[in-house]
């Protein structure tokens, strides 16, 4: 198995670790390649995310290998095999552990100042990396949790060479690997994309996560509006479903190319879940009950686009919409409707998502789309995939193309509406969020 990158990596991990639900755990990730794939089990496992700050000390001549590691509390561990097979003297050793000390208070300085650190003590800690090498920073972060009184660890990494996870089972109550490779070369060459994580981008995903765990906690909250309307789209009649939530964060509108966009279960289950992160949304049908019989309406995209538009002008005449960030969530035809509506110069929209869309469909009015865009198409899709590459070429706004691997065109297969749902979810957050800028037009 390889993962396409660190999110894909979390995802399936996160698979293998919801039994774990019930235990309201704590997950920690080891900066910096370790959060993106913490977050991503934390998020399903309705966890809060923290991380425990840890550095390999690495031979001076050789940095990938390591001859131990340090952890925040002074938690210091030696390899004594490779130090002796590295022929390493204790000045070499000095040296590295200096400059690598001295990182580590930095960064967690800098962490801790934006992300107090959530106690785990009695806790059930969930320690994750991008993978193991020699196991030396994994070996240090279960002591770390210990030290800090974790009442169960489990270790959990997308790959680790089996000799390696083999000596860390003493380290951990639970180990859990997705891969355990015999031959085993480097933690990269299990990825096809596995870029450097910068500290702002560790950062960035512990501020969603206790946004995200924010309103979770308002969730319980009865929303503003959660009510059936019906909206006067020029001679229709359509009929929708507005929900509101609590201090809503945006609003989205979806739009479905075969009409009943509102009984969609899967544009349902997307809605659910960013009404969970704090995002009002209407669900509506383009299409009258008749209208949708006619198969060539599902294909008019300048009738579901100027419905798109007038519908939008609606919506922002509704009491608790004014002043919020609008976007688009199109699928199959709907998508090119909800581009080709985020061109019309008469509505502002700050962002477009597609879910298996025909963003091809939009013609023209592909290149005069300002507002951010994310593609989101499943990996066996082929035509569509391919109709969405060629799309994104021409899009000249910020655009997104994300594959979901193994999912086909509907995402039925198991976990592939949730990642669409996460993927929807992170990018609507990211623009709908008042200091996101306003694409110009």
């Not at 390591?66 to 004594?80: H, K, Q, Y």
């Not at 008469?346 to 300002?370: H, K, N, Q, W």
């Not at 499943?378 to 706004?397: F, P, Q, T, W, Y």
């Not at 193309?401 to 929807?424: I, M, R, S």
């Amino acid at each position: 198995m390889v993962f396409h990158d660190r999110r894909d990596a979390g995802r399936r991990l996160a698979h293998r670790l919801v039994h774990l639900r019930d235990e309201e755990p704590v997950v920690v990730g080891l900066p910096r390649g370790g959060v993106p794939v913490a977050c991503e089990v934390a998020r399903m496992l309705d966890a809060p995310l923290d991380v425990i700050v840890v550095r390999k000390l690495g031979v001076p001549y050789q940095p990938e290998l390591a001859f131990g590691a340090i952890g925040e509390d002074d938690v210091r561990l030696i390899n004594s095999g490779v130090v002796a097979y590295s022929q390493l003297t204790g000045g070499d050793m000095a040296a590295v552990e200096r400059r690598e000390r001295e990182e580590l208070v930095r960064r967690a300085e800098r962490l801790r100042r934006i992300h107090p650190r959530i106690s785990l003590s009695g806790r059930t800690v969930v320690i994750v990396d991008d993978g193991i090498a020699t196991g030396a920073t994994a070996r240090a972060a279960c002591q770390v949790a210990r030290a800090h009184g974790a009442e169960r660890v489990v270790l959990a990494v997308p790959v680790a060479p089996r000799d390696t996870l083999a000596t860390l089972k003493d380290e951990a109550d639970e180990v859990v690997c997705l891969e355990l490779p015999t031959w085993f070369d480097a933690v990269g060459s299990w990825y096809r994309r596995f870029g450097q994580v910068s500290d702002a981008e560790v950062t960035e995903l512990l501020r969603r996560a206790a946004e995200a765990g924010r309103a979770e906690d308002a969730g319980d909250d009865p929303p503003l509006r959660d009510e059936d309307v019906v909206v006067r789209a020029g001679e229709a009649e359509l009929a929708g479903h507005l929900t509101v939530p609590e201090n809503p964060r945006g609003m989205v509108v979806f739009a479905h190319g075969s009409g009943s966009s509102r009984h969609s279960p899967r544009n349902r289950h997307v809605a659910e879940v960013l009404n969970r992160t704090g995002l009002a949304t209407l669900l509506f049908d383009l299409l009258t009950p008749d209208e949708e019989i006619d198969r060539a309406r599902v294909f008019d995209i300048e009738l579901l686009s100027r419905r798109l538009v007038d519908v939008t002008a609606w919506l922002t005449r509704q009491d608790d919409v004014p002043g919020l960030r609008i976007a688009y969530f199109g699928a199959s035809t709907g998508a090119a409707a909800a581009l080709t509506a985020a061109a019309d110069p008469d509505v502002e929209i700050a962002a477009v998502v597609s879910r298996g869309g025909r963003p091809d469909l939009a013609g023209p009015a592909l290149a005069a789309v300002r507002a951010p865009t994310l593609l989101i198409v499943g990996g066996h899709d082929h035509v569509v995939l391919e109709l969405n590459r060629r799309a994104a070429r021409e899009l000249s706004c910020e655009t997104t193309l994300e594959v979901v691997p193994g999912a086909t065109h509907l995402f039925a297969e198991p976990g592939a509406l949730e990642t669409v749902a996460e993927l929807a979810r992170d990018w609507l957050v990211d623009q709908l969020s008042p200091t996101s800028s306003t694409p110009e037009r």
